[in-house]
């Protein structure tokens, strides 16, 4: 506990120094609103199944129909999802100047429905499916009743395509805007304060290095090991949602 307390101690002073301070979370921050990470044994949404056969581009145009039985259970199990305390949390710094922007590998819309308002989205969201054919696009709730009313659970354009959801799936690149966005807020940021995150998946891990290189500070909340551990200026292991309220607490000192 004392490492904890010491830990986020820490955190708040490298916080209330820097002029520019990015957030970049991962599957972690949502695990309190009951969404599951990707790599938890047992739990993790990858400890079953192959990613590369049902998450690949390859396989929405192979077989759409195994896709969509995977990620139509990803969409029941976003479907009223609400935004935790640790999302709060950042909105608060936000709010309070001590946060610029965050960038988020997630594509579960929590940080939007908590009120960030300068966030990148580098692995797309779940709110728009497109077709591919020609264009169109369609919003989540339409998705999921096209989703339930077809026989073979794909959700269709009207052309009778099958749609994709407005995600990064493996084989697929960034979206340009988007990952150009993250790497300059990491390059001018004085603290990147990584939550949630793994730091293992490309490119999105090579932030935390970009902002080492340009003389800021690498901060790491998340449960379990990373690259940065020994790098980092500081590491907690503790739960996200605490070490959040206590950085807000321990910026009103």
């Known amino acids: 506990m004392a490492r904890s307390l010491s830990g986020v101690a820490a955190l708040a002073d490298l916080v209330r120094d820097a002029r520019r301070v990015v957030a970049l979370t991962g599957a972690g921050i949502s695990v309190p609103s009951g969404i599951p990470d990707f790599r938890s044994p047992g739990t993790g949404l990858w400890a079953n199944v192959d990613p590369m056969e049902v998450a690949h581009i390859d396989a929405w145009r192979r077989d759409p129909e195994r896709f969509w039985q995977f990620y139509g259970h990803r969409f029941h199990a976003l479907e009223g999802k609400e935004p935790n305390a640790a999302h709060a949390a950042l909105v608060e710094l936000e709010r309070r100047g001590h946060l610029q922007a965050v960038v988020t590998q997630n594509i579960d819309m929590l940080h939007r429905k908590a009120g960030t308002s300068e966030l990148v989205e580098v692995h797309g969201s779940i709110e728009t499916s497109s077709c591919l054919a020609d264009r ?59 939550v949630g995150s793994s730091l293992e998946v490309h490119p999105v891990a090579q932030l935390p290095g970009v902002t080492h290189a340009a003389g800021g500070a690498v901060a790491v909340v998340t449960q379990g090991p990373t690259p940065w551990d020994e790098r980092a200026a500081v590491k907690l292991d503790g739960d996200v949602v605490a070490v959040l309220e206590a950085l807000v607490a321990a910026l009103d000192d």
Not at 163 to 168: A, I, N, S, T
Not at 180 to 187: E, S
């Open 136 to 194: 169109s696009r369609y919003p989540l709730a339409e998705v999921r009743e096209r989703l339930a009313g077809d026989p073979l659970g794909i959700p269709r354009c009207d052309c009778g395509r099958p749609l994709k959801p407005d995600v990064v799936l493996f084989g697929e690149w960034l979206p340009e805007a988007a990952i150009d966005r993250a790497f300059a807020l990491a390059a001018d940021a004085d603290v990147l304060l990584c």
